[in-house]
């Protein structure tokens, strides 16, 4: 089996290519993250805007602000847990008025 990279488009030039050079595209030179770059919490803070590959939707999506990203990320996990939580409850409860502990 031959190995084949994976080929990524620049968002911004189109440019079609397989090996960044410095995370950067290779022709327009604009930053694009993928996720083995491993970049630390610190340095996307410091950038603040930036591409980022989405390995799930296979394409770049663009973070204008990386705070304000990381907050409405946090903010919809605390929804879906919280749903999630709501949701089980509900679940729950018509065991309990069932009198599933009254077998005690
Ligand atoms: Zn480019």
Do not use: N
Request: net charge positive; aromatic share 14%; glycine share 4%.
């Amino acid at each position: 089996m031959k190995f084949r990279p994976r080929r990524y488009q620049c968002p911004r030039c189109r440019w079609d290519f397989a090996f960044r050079k410095k995370r950067c595209c290779p022709g327009c030179g604009t930053l694009l993250l993928i996720v083995s770059d491993v970049p630390t919490d610190a340095e996307l803070t410091e950038i603040k805007s930036f591409w980022m590959w989405d390995p799930v939707k296979e394409k770049w999506d663009y973070i204008r602000d990386w705070e304000e990203h990381k907050r409405e990320a946090m903010r919809k996990f605390e929804q879906r847990w919280r749903t999630a939580l709501v949701e089980a409850k509900q679940k729950l409860r018509p065991l309990t008025r069932s009198g599933a502990f009254g077998t005690f």
